[in-house]
T-cell receptor, first 112, second 115 residues
Framework: GQQVMQIPQYQHVQEGEDFTTYCNSS?????IQWYKQRPGGHPVFLIQ?????EVKKQKRLTFQFGEAKKNSSLHITATQTTDVGTYFC????????????FGTGTQLKVEL | SAVISQKPSRDICQRGTSLTIQCQVD?????MFWYRQQPGQSLTLIAT?????????ESGFVIDKFPISRPNLTFSTLTVSNMSPEDSSIYLC????????????FGPGTRLTVT
């Protein structure tokens, strides 16, 4: 079946440092979404990427979708303590409708 | 956006019993999904529930174990039947509406512990 892997599994950074999580799919995606889950909370939608090579920015967050539509990344510039949580990519596959396959997640901890 | 509530928020159950989780949405939505998330793990889709049709289950999940109802466009239930400790997990419902934007909205989750 389709698998979506993320690296790293965990990341500890000092506040102000940058952070990147990488998402890789075993097969081509029709689109990819990113979600953030705070400790004890539920996933909250961040963004959707659809086009090959697409880049989107939200303040300090930059999202990229690979040219082959099999990988994606989320980069956070100058992390803050409010960035703490687990970041999941979630992919939709052709023919899968709106069903999402969630990545394994990257847990981010930010230390002062 | 959609506001979703789930009941119960948590429960501790004995093995062999069943628990029904309710998911209520503040607006009519096309598709509802049920996920399982074990502590520290990712989300695994259990099934998709559309109003007026049988739920569609993912590989590894069967209707006898996880029966789902979707009586209308704002409500769904998931039952975890004949529970074992391996069923201890957080169960989340989410919704997607074809009339709205493309993201899924998640409920707060139900934390289930089976002893």
């Amino acid at each position: 079946g389709q698998q979506v892997m993320q690296i790293p599994q965990y990341q500890h950074v000092q506040e102000g440092e940058d952070f990147t999580t990488y998402c890789n799919s075993s097969t081509t995606l029709s689109n990819i979404q990113w979600y953030k889950q705070r400790p004890g909370g539920h996933p909250v939608f961040l963004i959707q990427l659809v086009k090959s090579g697409e880049v989107k920015k939200q303040k300090r967050l930059t999202f990229q979708f690979g040219e082959a539509k099999k990988n994606s990344s989320l980069h956070i510039t100058a992390t803050q303590t409010t960035d703490v949580g687990t970041y999941f990519c979630a992919g939709s596959f052709t023919g899968g409708g709106n069903k999402l396959t969630f990545g394994t997640g990257t847990q981010l901890k930010v230390e002062l | 956006s959609a506001v979703i509530s789930q009941k119960p928020s948590r429960d501790i159950c004995q093995r062999g019993t069943s628990l029904t989780i309710q998911c209520q949405v503040d607006s009519q939505v096309t598709m509802m999904f049920w996920y399982r998330q074990q502590p520290g793990q990712s989300l695994t889709l259990i099934a998709t529930a559309n109003q007026g049709s049988e739920a569609t289950y993912e590989s590894g999940f069967v209707i006898d174990k996880f029966p789902i109802s979707r009586p209308n466009l704002t409500f769904s239930t998931l039952t975890v039947s004949n529970m074992s400790p391996e069923d201890s997990s957080i169960y989340l419902c989410s919704v997607w509406d074809v009339k709205g934007s493309y993201e899924q909205y998640f409920g707060p989750g139900t934390r289930l512990t089976v002893t």
